[in-house]
């Protein structure tokens, strides 16, 4: 492995051995741990295909992530998102800089490069911790050691060149190309790359308010969205501590997350049922216009959080623990709610590793599970009732395909048009159909707020 002289850069040496001694009692450098606990969790993510949400829970995560500290924790997962949102761009910056490809048997040497870059590039690190670290791990890392100057040559010119080779990449999609391709055949090229240029620019913070949203909106410096949402301005430090938090005022919740429910219009008073329920956000939603709800969540641990959100909120619902498919009640509900399981490709600018622990066949799998699970969500609904079946998946399969699916056998349900004029704002998210498709590259908001939301279907059905 060498490095690369194109574009008059200095061509480099063939890297030597270095010879220090096994029993060496290295340096706790600072920053080192996290740097490591980075690298492993990247290699999980793009080897093995593991969802970064498992890894960073704070009690039962990774061990490399679990034993650090909570600042860095925070530089772990700023670490990890970064380097993910732009890894097809420092990929291809590591191949203009290297003669030949990393070895086969060298992936935590390429995984510690990608991250030193991603602080170099995209991060407030300075370049010298970067690299200095990036070096500190092939040392320490008997497999790598020989490439130690390597490491540190390519870094360094990373750092020299910085923009020129921002500037040479800037026309490289920043998602795996399965899914690119995907994004063009449904959308159309200059979409395809809007969205996907879009989901390079982390996620906005929008609160679902209880009442007043604009009024909560100048309190914590924000702005109210078409979707009624309030969106944040960027800040320092937790959601916790903001004016209405503990007063159960509002919760998270993205703009797109936040139609579905809206669907149904006034359901005061109405039997309502939420299936697929946690975190909760659409639970309080419906509890918040008036509905009797049920929530049901298969997994023990998600409904335990569900039900500390509703306290914290000052709301009750009937919690119930149950596989969905075995979900058969006395009565039937006026109000069905199926937000169902997805791929998540619409959620990429707040997790960004879907597009590398997903593929095609998942794709095509869980459009099969959403098909069965909206079939027996059907069977809930009273006469006259409504379902709102919806998902974050950017992917037609996942979502319009599967709706004209179950309707071509079900002629006892009928779509619920939304109308744009009652969405003044949201009208390129509505479909000739009447549905709502969501992209994150809609949602233009002021100077100030980061704009866009999240990838999001939803498909109001009424039984006739």
């Known amino acids: 492995m060498e490095l690369n002289e194109n574009s008059g850069r200095n061509k480099g040496q063939k890297p030597q051995t270095n010879k220090r001694p096994q029993g060496r009692v290295y340096e706790n450098k600072p920053g080192l741990e996290a740097r490591l606990a980075a690298s492993r969790l990247l290699a999980a993510v793009i080897d093995r295909k593991t969802s970064l949400d498992g890894m960073m829970d704070g009690d039962h995560g990774n061990p490399a992530y679990t034993a650090l500290s909570d600042a860095d924790r925070g530089l772990v997962r700023a670490i990890l998102n970064t380097s993910l949102r732009f890894l097809p761009r420092i990929e291809a910056m590591l191949s203009l800089l290297l003669d030949t490809p990393l070895p086969d048997g060298a992936r935590a040497?390429?995984?510690?490069?990608?991250?030193?870059?991603?602080?170099?590039?995209?991060?407030?690190?300075?370049?010298?911790?970067?690299?200095?670290?990036?070096?500190?791990?092939?040392?320490?890392?008997?497999?790598?050691?020989?490439?130690?100057k390597v490491v540190n040559a390519v870094l360094r010119r990373i750092g020299r060149e910085k923009q020129a080779l921002l500037d040479e990449t800037a026309d490289v999609v920043c998602m795996p190309g399965w899914f690119f391709d995907r994004l063009v055949s449904v959308y159309g090229a200059d979409e395809a790359r809007r969205i996907a240029d879009a989901q390079m620019t982390p996620a906005a913070i929008d609160l679902t308010t209880k009442s007043d949203a604009a009024q909560?909106?100048?309190?914590?410096?924000?702005?109210?969205?078409?979707?009624?949402?309030?969106?944040?301005?960027?800040?320092?430090?937790?959601?916790?501590?903001?004016?209405?938090?503990?007063?159960?005022?509002?919760?998270?919740q993205d703009a797109a997350a936040a139609l579905p429910v809206q669907m149904f219009g006034d359901i005061a008073g109405k039997r309502a049922v939420d299936l697929c329920a946690a975190p909760g956000g659409k639970t309080a939603q419906l509890l918040c216009a008036g509905a009797k709800v049920t929530a049901v969540?298969?997994?023990?641990?998600?409904?335990?959080?569900?039900?500390?959100?509703?306290?914290?909120?000052?709301?009750?619902?009937?919690?119930?623990?149950?596989?969905?498919?075995?979900?058969?009640?006395?009565?039937?509900?006026?109000?069905?709610?199926?937000?169902?399981?997805?791929?998540?490709?619409?959620?990429?600018?707040?997790?960004?590793?879907?597009?590398?622990?997903?593929?095609?066949?998942?794709?095509?799998?869980?459009?099969?599970?959403?098909?069965k699970l909206l079939r027996h969500a059907m069977t809930l609904v009273a006469p006259g009732g409504s379902i709102v079946f919806s998902n974050c998946s950017l992917d037609p399969l996942e979502g319009e395909d599967v709706v004209v699916k179950v309707l071509a056998d079900h002629p006892d349900f009928q779509r619920v048009p939304v109308q744009a004029e009652q969405w003044p704002g949201l009208e390129a998210a509505i479909t000739p159909l009447g549905e709502f498709r969501t992209t994150?590259?809609?949602?233009?908001?002021?100077?100030?707020?980061?704009?866009?939301?999240?990838?999001?279907?939803?498909?109001?059905?009424?039984?006739?």
């Open 109 to 148: 040497l390429h995984h510690s490069l990608i991250i030193a870059a991603a602080q170099m590039l995209y991060l407030d690190v300075p370049d010298h911790s970067a690299v200095d670290l990036a070096v500190e791990q092939a040392n320490r890392d008997p497999r790598n050691r020989r490439f130690a």
């Open 216 to 252: 909560w909106a100048e309190r914590l410096n924000g702005v109210v969205l078409p979707t009624g949402s309030v969106r944040l301005a960027s800040f320092a430090g937790g959601v916790a501590a903001l004016n209405g938090f503990e007063e159960g005022i509002w919760w998270v």
């Open 297 to 371: 969540e298969q997994s023990a641990n998600r409904l335990k959080r569900l039900d500390g959100n509703l306290q914290r909120l000052g709301f009750e619902a009937e919690l119930v623990q149950t596989d969905l498919m075995e979900f058969k009640p006395d009565d039937l509900f006026d109000v069905v709610l199926l937000d169902a399981p997805c791929s998540s490709t619409g959620t990429t600018r707040r997790h960004p590793d879907v597009l590398y622990t997903k593929g095609p066949q998942d794709i095509t799998k869980l459009a099969g599970v959403q098909e």
């Open 440 to 464: 994150p590259a809609m949602l233009q908001v002021a100077d100030g707020f980061s704009s866009g939301l999240d990838g999001f279907y939803a498909c109001h059905l009424r039984k006739i």
